[in-house]
């Protein structure tokens, strides 16, 4: 099954870890027949929350859905994640993901994103989590599609 969507990934960079970076490439591979996805990972100097916002949403396509990775967000298992994906694939043509740095993602995002997703009560490094969505992802997708990946 093939949505004719873009989704960006976007999180503060420049990724430090080269297994996460790895780890992301390989699942790009793996999304290519379901979507196309992209990640976009801005460097940001200042640490100041609103400068952080500013820059992350200069990355923002103008009419993307735009979600928040956040560990206070709506919290899925893979059947539901799945299903919920669908109907966001079918509803939207850009969507955004935004995982925030260190201090997690400032509010002004918080406040613009349609919805917030909790990867784990756990908090997570973000470079882990921009992983951990991927493979999240990708294994919702193969399960939509039929594809065995997925074992209960």
């Not at 793996?30 to 200042?46: A, D, M, V, W």
């Not at 928040?68 to 299903?83: C, I, N, Q, V």
């Not at 509010?107 to 756990?122: C, F, M, N, T, V």
Request: glycine residues 6%; hydrophobic residues 40%.
């Amino acid at each position: 099954m093939r949505f004719p969507v873009r989704l960006l990934l976007l999180a503060p960079g420049p990724l430090r870890f080269s297994f996460v970076q790895e780890g992301l490439a390989y699942y790009a591979r793996r999304l290519r027949p379901y979507l196309r996805f992209e990640t976009r990972f801005p460097r940001i100097k200042g640490k100041h929350p609103a400068e952080e916002a500013q820059r992350l949403l200069a990355h923002l396509p103008p009419r993307a859905y735009l979600l928040a990775l956040d560990e206070r967000g709506r919290s899925l298992d893979t059947r539901k994640m799945a299903r919920w994906l669908e109907k966001l694939l079918l509803q939207h043509r850009e969507i955004a993901v935004v995982c925030g740095g260190p201090e997690g993602l400032p509010p002004e995002i918080l406040k613009q994103a349609q919805e917030k997703l909790s990867l784990s009560p756990l908090t997570l490094n973000h470079e882990l989590a921009l992983l951990v969505f991927t493979e999240a992802l990708y294994r919702a997708l193969s399960l939509l599609s039929g594809h065995p990946y997925h074992r209960d």
